[in-house]
């Protein structure tokens, strides 16, 4: 019986500090899937109105200024400092400013634009993810 009771009163505290790290687990610095979900959320945009070939010349340039935006947080957000990590969150910058200063107005354009950001995002997902 003694035995039992202390498997039991084990399985109780095993499950007790289980709950205690999944809280601080959970409790972690939650901004950089906020800036990727903010990002795929306005890629996801892009792409709906690709595919739906509605593509409002005002609504393309809302969602490239706001992907622009939030891509300047990536680096301080994931406090990476590895050089390749920067590098291709410099050239996410990059394509993005030229994404908004071409300021594509029909599908054709916003294709053409949104391609090279689509495989930088894919390239750094791949290596950092």
Same mark, same amino acid.
């Given at each position: 019986?003694?035995?039992?009771?202390?498997?039991?009163?084990?399985?109780?505290?095993?499950?007790?500090?289980?709950?205690?790290?999944?809280?601080?687990?959970?409790?972690?610095?939650?901004?950089?899937?906020?800036?990727?979900?903010?990002?795929?959320?306005?890629? +996801? =945009? /892009?792409?709906?109105? $690709?595919?739906?070939?509605?593509?409002? !010349?005002?609504?393309?340039?809302?969602? %490239?200024?706001?992907?622009?935006?939030?891509?300047?947080?990536?680096?301080?957000?994931?406090?990476?400092?590895?050089?390749?990590?920067?590098?291709?969150? +410099? =050239? /996410?910058?990059?394509? $993005?400013?030229?994404?908004?200063?071409? !300021?594509?107005?029909?599908?054709?354009? %916003?294709?053409?634009?949104?391609?090279?950001?689509?495989?930088?995002?894919?390239?750094?997902?791949?290596?950092?993810?």
């Amino acid at each position: 019986m003694r035995v039992a009771l202390l498997i039991l009163l084990g399985l109780v505290i095993g499950v007790l500090g289980t709950s205690q790290v999944m809280n601080a687990l959970a409790a972690r610095n939650p901004m950089p899937k906020a800036v990727m979900h903010t990002m795929g959320y306005h890629m +996801g =945009e /892009l792409s709906h109105a $690709l595919k739906a070939k509605q593509c409002d !010349a005002a609504t393309i340039q809302h969602h %490239l200024e706001r992907l622009q935006s939030t891509a300047t947080d990536i680096v301080p957000v994931f406090g990476i400092d590895e050089k390749s990590f920067t590098d291709k969150a +410099g =050239e /996410l910058q990059t394509h $993005l400013q030229q994404a908004v200063q071409a !300021a594509p107005a029909d599908c054709a354009a %916003l294709a053409a634009v949104v391609k090279p950001i689509g495989e930088t995002c894919k390239s750094c997902h791949q290596q950092y993810r």
